[in-house]
């Protein structure tokens, strides 16, 4: 997995929002749904006013004077307005039920004021409340009632003057995350020129929150800052629109704070979330940023759906597939394990007299033991790692351990597990949108499980995948059961071993003196440090050494127990690292397949398709049984748009749901789009676009 | 036996809360906490005997999944909260669980605090788990306020008894016996002002549950250790 250099990034989506605030709780700044201020000569000179010009007299001006003498006037003009109570309804399907997503409303109200200084730029301004109030972390007891976890308690204060660091910190992070906002948008437009071309515009716009301490004073919305003693991302404390933390546990919420709270300000300018979104859903999200190319791009992303789909399905079928080769496979890997032993023994017979261990030994004794026992260490670390360690015999055990047909299976499996899931997180790259994560319910990955009618389809595609150990001849002796054909999963992971012995394999190149002596020494200091390390609650610690022939007996046991668990561990990373890529790579050809089949089927034609005839059977039932389900779910909310919920819609479960990546999705970058501008753009064209002025669209860089 | 009933509890990322109590036919009700919702630095599988009008209550749900999201509970939380008694009484009774602790060790006088990460394995059966090497986390904290975080690089090796038994847990699964304990001993680099630590780690719970052997992710912080 990659990791960023600062976080890492495991879940989906670290650092989004969890919870939108509620209607009630975002303030309105002003009552009037819409004021029109027209100043001359600034922005707050509304006692310099001049009488403004009507259309119909900057018509008449224009054609007198010309165009420049219309342009100069209006360039001197500063005009403010107040877009209040823009109510922003979204519909996330963010909840779940039965496997399936269920979505839930939410609305803010985007209250600010957007100014435009003439020709030179557009201001849009939000005023917000910092206040503070503390929030329920504890979930409600059994039987009992109370507010949920994350619900703001009691009374919101203001946050005292005294208190610099918070008001400092709400006032810095504003100005930060505007950084994300700033310098990206622009208005482009053109005024109307009767007898020339058209003027050109282009007017950047200024981001700006300014910061409303007072309990009653007038703002457009009210954000809660917690002190540092309140953790960000602990329970009941996740970041959102109404609640910033100064102090945020950083492996949940890896962005940095500046984005996260670039995300917030999307929303107080009236930006909705796009996380969690059903397919019609992203259906709409794509026609509003790429109205040309959404038919495609959605044909594109329905098709990686259904691949996701099916190797979500597959998961469960696959694993147990592998389960039934698992003696095959471990009897290979166990038929290999002498030459294991002598090269890990060798390695063990260097690697143990290397000084670090000898140095590592010596440490742990001293810090072990009784001051009067110290002086004769020495010899008995000399003693345990020269004459009395035995090579042969600690990796013997290490071996023998690691390649038990238990442990061999167990690693396998967890592996092949973990490689299957790997690729349902990946993002999908959308054209004309950008990164999008598929997100699959639980009632996908058990689609083709016992009892359902994919089961047949999905073992015989397993079977295929991974292989079956062939019945036994008749009168064939007991033994172990045959290793499934090359060309099978368990088939490549049990020739494997047969590779070992060869010159630059994994034996030869990861089993070395080096590679002990790593392993040897960090196995001496986790043991020392168990014992030095005050115990868990409830384990009695051990006490120091006090007589030399404890002391021998812990250095004994030392030795004796470090080298075998770094022989263990040696062969565990072998098997590790000569089983994963075959793992891997199993995968990403059963992906490629998927992919195929669902080209095939989604992109052919039906008669050319019906003759074409089908490659794998079982392939194309899986891809039809999820197709079928993808394809019920987009006829179930056809039409319903990017807010079902709030334009009374309905909004059925869905098996499958879409996170955006950039800044106002999971926010995993701070991607913005020219179309998230559009409500905001339009409130410019309708309140601040002049007379003579094309409507503006947005550029953003 | 066979599982009858699933309830989830869950929030979204980042907080991502993650237990599940399974009823099974006999009348067995296991939990299973992978990311828990108590501060408690423990995961694994606890179990209790439902009775009376909450196994009736649970019994109508299912199977399910039935998931409550703790950030929007349901209005008509009776299920809900019949499935909290019963998660709150099986807590009473570890099967297998695996409690993390983080422990500092004198300074050594290097550059860096050496420290441990511990596991006590608690319940009547052995708990099976494995680390994420990439996970391992350092938070320093002044008092309650993270001062900042440091990755701390892969583990070499696994879990280790104090008798300087392996346990695993390194690219192979642990199995820890109740009453057993190990550690893996770490290299932490406190900032200046630091009085306190956590670790935060993440890995593979298996076997939690008897019709579910696969790995599934577990994410948990250790109690601040002082410094």
Partial sequence: MEKPAQAKIEREPASRPEAKRAPEQATAGHDVP???EQAVGGLDGADTARPVLAPAALLALQRAAGNRAVVARLDATAQRVAVTNQATSETLYNQSSGGQATAAQYSINANYEMTRAGDSGATVQVKIKFLSQARNTVPPPPGGSGPAVGALIGSPAEIPASDTAR??????????????????????????????????????????????????????????????????????????????????????????????????????????DEYSQSNAQMNALLHQASPSGAASSMAALDRKTVERMVLSAMGRPLYAQLQTTMPAVTGAI???????????????????????????????????????????????????????????TVAGQGVETAFSAGAVGTQIGDAYWRVLRAPLADVVNVAGLGDVKINLQSAITSAAG???????????????????????????????????????????IGALPGTWSAAGSALQTGVTPAAFTAK?????????????????????????????????????????????????QLAVDLIATSVEPVLTASVTALQTGIQTEVTRIMTTPPATLAAAGPPDPNMTAMVNAMKARLDAAKAATAGSGRDPLGSGQAAPAQDVTYSYQGLMGSNRSAALRADQFQPLVAQFNSKLKTFWEKAFRADVH | MERVATFLWRTPPPTSVDEELALFDEGTALLVVRHGRQAAPSIGTWRAGPEGDDLATLLAAGPGPVVFDLLAPPADDALLRAADRVAASARDTPLAVAGFFGQALPAAGGPDRPAVLQVLASGTEAVGFELDPGSLQAHYLDGGRTLSWQPLPPPEIGFMTPEAEGLGGLRSPAEVSPGRYGAVRLALA????????????????RRALPDHPMPEPFEVRTDPADL
């Fill in chain 1, 334 to 392: 166990r038929a290999e394990m002498a030459q294991v032993k002598t090269k890990i023994a060798q390695a063990a017979k260097a690697g143990v007299r290397d000084p670090a261990v000898r140095a590592e030994l010596t440490s742990e004794l001293n810090a072990l033991s009784e001051a009067a026992v110290q002086p004769g260490i020495p010899s008995a670390v000399a003693f345990e790692t020269t004459a009395n360690f035995s090579n042969v």
């Fill in chain 1, 34 to 36: 819409v004021a029109l």
């Fill in chain 1, 167 to 272: 008001r400092d910190w709400a006032t810095n992070m504003t100005t930060s995350a505007l950084t994300h906002w700033n310098g990206r948008l622009t208005l482009v437009g053109e005024e109307v020129n009767v007898l020339s071309a058209n003027t050109p515009k282009r007017l950047p716009v200024t981001f700006q929150a300014v910061p409303v301490w007072g309990l009653n004073e007038e703002a457009h919305n009210t954000v809660i800052v917690h002190p540092p003693a309140v953790q960000g991302g602990s329970t009941g404390n996740p970041i959102d629109a109404g609640n910033y933390y100064m102090n945020k546990d950083a492996s949940v919420y890896p962005a940095n704070d500046d984005i996260i709270y670039a995300h917030e300000y999307g929303h107080l300018i009236g930006i909705p």
């Fill in chain 1, 520 to 568: 040897m020494v960090a196995a001496l200091q986790s043991a020392a440090a168990a014992a030095a390390a005050p115990a868990p609650p409830g384990v009695a610690p051990p006490p120091k050494i006090a007589r030399a022939p404890e002391m021998w007996r812990k250095a004994l046991q030392l030795m004796t127990g470090g080298a075998k668990e770094a022989a263990r």
């Fill in chain 1, 450 to 492: 016992a009892g359902t009618p994919q089961a047949a389809s999905a073992s015989g595609l397993a079977t295929t995948v991974v292989g079956a150990s062939p019945a036994p001849a008749a009168g064939a002796p007991p033994g172990l059961p045959a290793l499934p054909p090359p060309s099978t999963l368990a088939g490549q």
């Fill in chain 2, 190 to 205: 406190p900032p200046p002002g630091a009085t306190s630590f956590v670790i935060r780690l993440g890995g593979w719970l």
